[in-house]
């Protein structure tokens, strides 16, 4: 059972988007629809952004988006703002007799 | 709204057993749901530990299955962790949440307590 990899850092301008990739195998990311998204701020717990690949929960700003092709799941924050600066964790379902999996992590910086 | 808190000791010996309780309100856990655990290194990723259902039926992380029990209180609307022989590697910030299944998905996290495996 292998962390989903994502980039270790990216960056990008208030307004800007930026895009973190999170990328399994066909035993997880790819062989299911249920990947979620957690955004954790410094010392805070994490928070749901994403879930079922696209779906957003109540509260979460349409500028968080998802989507899936094939092993590699993305999350996609469009217009940038300073409050985004946070880490963000991928997790996806990995079949009926194991837990699931959590990504390695992001952090996005805001320039 | 339902709200998690943990609660336990925040310095444990080596070789000893971790043992940490969650607190729900607004919602009963008999309702439905699994109750997770998950936990996080200073400065590392998250590791899902395990979850438990009202029934009492679990499922744990396999690395570390052999030394964590999970446990239900429905009457006091609690669940707990109990980890043992901890070692240094074990300190980390432990997080309870609700969990949606097997899907890897938390809607409601606790604010998180630190466990410090130290002597």
């Known amino acids: 059972q292998s962390a989903l990899t994502q980039p270790r850092s990216v960056s990008g301008s208030p307004g800007q988007s930026v895009t973190i990739s999170c990328t399994g195998t066909?035993?997880?990311?790819?062989?299911?629809?249920?990947v979620s998204w957690y955004q954790q701020h410094p010392g805070k717990a994490p928070k749901l952004m994403i879930y079922?690949?696209?779906k957003r929960p109540s509260g979460v700003p349409d500028r968080f988006s998802g989507s899936k092709s094939g092993n590699t799941a993305s999350l996609t924050i469009s217009g940038l703002q300073a409050e985004d600066e946070a880490d963000y964790y991928c997790?996806?379902?990995?079949?009926?007799?194991?837990?699931?999996?959590f990504g390695t992590g992001t952090k996005v910086t805001v320039l | 709204q339902v709200q998690l808190q943990e609660s336990g000791p925040g310095l444990v010996k080596p070789s000893e057993t971790l043992s940490l309780t969650c607190t729900v309100s607004?919602?009963?856990?008999?309702?439905?749901?699994?109750w997770g655990w998950i936990r996080q290194p200073p400065g590392k990723g998250l590791e899902w530990i395990g979850s438990?259902?009202?029934?009492?039926?679990?499922y744990h992380n396999p690395s570390l299955k052999s030394r964590v029990t999970i446990s239900v209180d429905t009457s006091k609307n609690q669940f707990s962790l109990k980890l043992s022989s901890v070692t240094a590697a074990d300190t980390a910030v432990y997080y309870c949440?609700?969990?949606?299944?097997?899907?890897?998905?938390?809607?409601?996290w606790g604010q998180g307590t630190l466990v410090t495996v130290s002597s």
């Open positions: 949440a609700r969990d949606w299944g097997l899907k890897a998905t938390f809607d409601y």
């Open positions: 607004g919602y009963s856990i008999s309702s439905g749901y699994y």
């Open positions: 438990i259902y009202h029934s009492g039926s679990t």
């Open positions: 066909s035993s997880d990311v790819g062989g299911y629809n249920y």
């Open positions: 079922d690949v696209s």
């Open positions: 997790s996806s379902y990995a079949g009926s007799y194991t837990l699931g999996v």
